[in-house]
């Protein structure tokens, strides 16, 4: 067993909220440490191989660190290359493949348990920022079939489904320009959605896209209808108490993620069971736990349309503020960016 250096504040998460957080320790004159499970900002590796941000540039930047592009909003690749650069500017203690497996809460502070490349590991840190994000844990439908190898939760790219017959699932934006994509790269789309249009917020230059493609009969799209079955070359799904089969040989559920909770759980963090929400101070972040704090898309549960980039990278600020006993930042000076 290897025992690493203490820290004053260790984020699990290396996604753009952890690694702000890490930024503001840091400022502050604390030692922070990010273990990420996977490569940092691994969200963003899994987003669509050609996808832009909704957001322009300056609302994604770190630290007072310009993200400079030449259009209007950057691309997949634009962020990836811009948090890497944040890594290695701010010179962030990070860990990456490492999987937090425990935190045990001691008298001062916390003894946290990871594994990485085989080997077992201990770090004791003075408080905790569980900064997770949501993805890799899909919403499921439950239905038979949904493990099968042709059904995926994640959209890459459009090509591999050149000439195929698909099928979408979902009514928000991943739903609506997936269907979109596959429908460019040659495949014959039908999306399948319990409700009787698309979700409320779905980008407004997306919608009439998607609504013209199905005037003119290039996609196919059933309303209020819900899949019931999976099979190797068919959807089955129930429209009106009507089961109606798809032909279908890639199947893509565009349903959505829900934050990882387990770690906030396993020491003793309540978790609404309706909203998802962790029990936490919003003025500080900190959880019913003391010294645990959370950032990022797990701050808003369920809902992760209430926390971005945008606003989740002012997170580090307020985790900091409490630890070091000062008044925390009003929320209206963290969100004024998202109103101008």
Not at 200 to 208: E, R
């Amino acid at each position: 067993m290897t025992r690493s250096s203490d820290c004053d504040l260790l984020i699990v998460g290396g996604g753009p909220c952890g690694l702000a957080a890490a930024i503001s320790a840091q400022r502050a004159g604390l030692k922070p440490l990010v273990l990420e499970a996977h490569v940092i900002c691994s969200t963003i590796a899994h987003y669509p191989t050609y996808v832009r941000f909704f957001s322009t540039a300056e609302k994604l930047s770190l630290g007072d660190v310009p993200f400079v592009v030449a259009a209007e909003k950057p691309t997949r690749r634009d962020g990836l290359a811009y948090y890497r650069s944040i890594v290695q500017h701010f010179d962030i203690p990070l860990r990456q493949y490492e999987h937090v497996t425990r935190i045990d809460v001691q008298a001062k502070g916390f003894v946290v348990h990871s594994r990485a490349a085989g080997s077992v590991r201990e770090t004791r840190a003075t408080a905790i920022v569980i900064a997770t994000g949501y993805f890799g844990s899909p919403n499921k439908i439950r239905v038979p079939g949904e493990e099968l190898p042709h059904v995926t939760h994640v959209y890459r790219e459009g090509h591999e489904a050149f000439l195929q017959q698909v099928v979408v699932v979902g009514g928000g934006n991943s739903a609506a320009e997936a269907a979109l994509d596959l429908w460019r790269s040659g495949a014959s789309v039908t999306l399948v959605h319990f409700g009787p249009t698309f979700d409320k917020k779905i980008k407004p230059w997306v919608l009439p896209d998607f609504e013209n493609r199905v005037k003119d009969g290039s996609i196919a799209v059933r309303w209020n209808s819900r899949v019931t079955r999976i099979e190797p070359d068919a959807v089955s799904i129930m429209t009106d108490e009507r089961i109606e089969r798809l032909d279908a040989s890639r199947v893509y559920l565009m349903t959505g993620f829900a934050p990882d909770l387990e770690l906030l759980r396993q020491i003793g963090v309540p978790i609404d069971p309706h909203t998802g929400i962790p029990k936490h101070d919003p003025a500080t972040l900190e959880t019913s736990v003391p010294g645990v704090f959370i950032a990022g898309v797990v701050v808003a549960g369920f809902d992760a349309n209430k926390v971005f980039i945008e606003n989740g990278r002012y997170h580090g600020d307020k985790i900091v503020a409490r630890i070091l006993g000062r008044t925390p930042p009003q929320e209206s000076r963290l969100s004024a960016e998202l109103d101008t």
